[in-house]
């Protein structure tokens, strides 16, 4: 049954192989190029040169947001833009969201300027009514306002490009080993913030043993070095009278008495010696 089970998953494991997939960034330029087609073919209709479809597709966003569909284009190019440049996994539902609060914020500031002239269409009439029952027209104008500003941060944070990836492709940083988890835009917007203090290392104080002092040798008063040229003043020379010149004949018992003498030489430096046999005379009669 092991067996089978692990077959089973080596061969589901070939097939997700063998599926063709897009990688991750050909997908967001074909989401991106989608969203920038839609926003020509909306530009187009201002001039009635979309066609049918065109047509109708101005005529429903007239009704529903009002004169704020001429601004509909250009912020569904920087939703594109956040396609090409965001540093973001996951950054769809920050991109509706901006898209949603500057129509809506759009809509009912525009509604709130001319509530009689219907600017701001059905969706913008519908969503500033209550506002300007509970706040008047001024707050509710500041309301609205705000909304908008909110919609611009989302989309300036979502296209701000970080200095360690200037030069590549967003989500190329320097990986080590392992690739780098990169961040979704709502955890990343929601998730707790702290600060980071950095502790010093503490250093130790090693006592330092103060140097032994040097010991010079002392130099004894009241004397001087005998030198060679000091006694050679005084030490009188003896006379060559002294030697005297050999008087005797060799002998055959001189031989053993200087062997006597060397033998009890040695043994006052305490090496006992054993005087061999000697043999005079030439080489050839021994």
Partial sequence: MKKRKKNRKALLKEKRLLRFSLPEEIKRYIFGIIIILLAVILALSFFEKAGIAGSAIFSTLNYLIGKSIFLLPLILVLGSLVFFLSRYKKFLGGV????ILLILGISASL????PAQNQGGALGHFISLPFLKLF???VTEIIFAFIIICGGLIFGYLLKQPTHLAGGYP???PQLGKEQKQPTFFRKVFAPKFKVKEVEPKIKEVPVKAPAPELKPKELPGKELLTAKALGAEYPIPPLDLLEE???IPLAGDVRTNSTIIKKTLENFDIPVEMSEINIGPTVTQ
């Avoid at 509604?111 to 001319?114: P, T």
């Fill in 96 to 99: 509706f969201l901006a898209i």
């Fill in 136 to 138: 008047g027209n001024l």
């Fill in 171 to 173: 989500g190329e940083g």
């Fill in 246 to 248: 050999e008087k005797g």
């Fill in 111 to 114: 509604e709130c300027l001319s």
